[in-house]
């Protein structure tokens, strides 16, 4: 993107992240979190819980699914076929995880900049305000995909480490690479804006937040239920979704600058 | 030629009017004052000739764009000095300034940020974070950030709010060089003396334009000049005599003291003096009293709040 203004407010925007060791530590601990856990679910689950899966009507629902999707996991035991079943969920992992960046790094992104004054001064600058809203979530939503995609590779070595090297290769799809490449940073960038919607709409940082988590979770919901195993994510399905979530973001940007009123940006704060 | 001109300015929030039909024009090169009181919609009508609202009605026309239409292409030719200084403390002024210059176009960003820095003193802090500045400091930075792009048209609002008198004469004495070399200012204060000093006009605003005009056609037009005779026997023959005059217009007597409104003192002084000894007063002085501004804007201001 040759946008001048908008590498403008980039290099500034990472130039503050990068001074702020706090949430540095914040953005990559809390993923690796989660991904750990997610490991540690799925070995548990495969220890212990197996058997009852394996008897669960859901879960052979899914496993046919699984099969008519992927014929290659015929070849594999029921056991083989549940690791791969648990491993694909991967996906619902990942594309949380530039989400729940979002809703605590949004939130601060407008209303700050409100607070501090600088608002003003940087809307008397030549920039138009979707350049503004845009690179305000992709200053977020970047860096999150890199977290994300530093995540995909823990997870995928961790993988190998529990010792289901074998399986690996079952996952490591065409649909994996969409979903890592093409649907997360979608749906990265569709969080990240609104959660400068939120914040652009709130007078402080605590309201932003309240905002923020209102808009964000019907997403994490939407996210939730199409990755949830129920659906298998094939190469189509998944660029399909890719692509209505990239249409849904340039609609979103549309609306952030609607709702981006500049009365209530520019009403004195103290 | 007019370079901000003001057609029926109106904005209302949720119904409440802070500006009304305000109409006016700058001239190139012009330092123009706005003056009103707290609440009176400067920052209001500075922030819809900047472009940075829209207003209900009327409409601007600054550096020949319209504000409402076009903001981005007008924030390219105006520079702005908000109410309040608005920097990210935790970075250098250096790198605030750089950030804030480049969104704007033709020019040598490192080349202008030196020249200004050295201008307000501020060269040997351009490392240090913004946070640590005073709020001196702070204003002189944000006049260095409204300044760099060169602009048409300088917008400034209420420039030495808040400042000590030191740090306030710094930057009056900014402003005043940026005047010298024809600069463009809007500025809007509610310091009679600042305005006074600074502009060639001033609009007296409170929600409306109330008066507009030089310092001194201020003056003039709204408090004729008073003189002001000292007799050593005033009796009321004596007084009557005076009042009969036909140049005297009003008369008031607070003791031996007689403050008379004549209806051109240039004129009639001298026939006024003659006058009053050929009719057996004895004169110990004369003198001329001049309002000043203050006392022009509060009447202005008063007169509105009793009418209103
Ligand atoms: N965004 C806004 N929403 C609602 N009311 C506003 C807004 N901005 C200004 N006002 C109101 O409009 C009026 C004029 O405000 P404005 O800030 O323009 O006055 P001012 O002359 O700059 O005053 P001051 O000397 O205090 O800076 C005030 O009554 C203010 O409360
Ligand atoms: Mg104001």
Redesign the interface.
Known sequence: MGN??II?IL??EW??QS?DLNSILFVTLLPLLIIGQALLIIWLVERFGGEAILANSVFQGAIENLRDALPAVSGLGIEGQLQVFLLSQMNVYLLIIPTMIAISFATFSIVDEKL?????????????TWELLLSKALAGAIPALLVTWVCALVLILGVVGIGWGQTVNMIVTPSLFLSIFLLTPAVALLSFLLGVIGSSRAKDARSAQNIVLAIIFPVLAIIGLQVSGLIWLTPLLTLGLALGVAVLDVFILRIAVRLFQ??SI?V?W? | MAIVEAHGLTKAFDGFTAVSGLSLEVAEGEVFGFLGPNGAGKTTTIRMLAGIIAPTSGHAVVAGLRPDLEPENLHQHIGLLTENPGFYNRLSARFNLGFFAGFYSGFDIDHQVEKYLRMMGLWERREDKVGTFSKGMKQRLALVRALLHQPKVLFLDEPTAGLDPEAAHEVRDMIQELSVEGQTVFLSTHNLVEAELLCHRIGVVRTELLALDTPENLRRSLFRRQVVVELENPNPTLVSTIAGLPFVQKIEQAGNQFRLELTDPEVYRPELVKDIVEAGGRIMSVSEERHSLEDIYLSLVREEENSG
């Open positions: 001048k203004r403008n290099k500034k130039h503050v001074r501090s004054g600088s608002l003003e001064a940087l809307l008397a600058t030549p920039v138009r500049r009365e520019v004195k103290h």
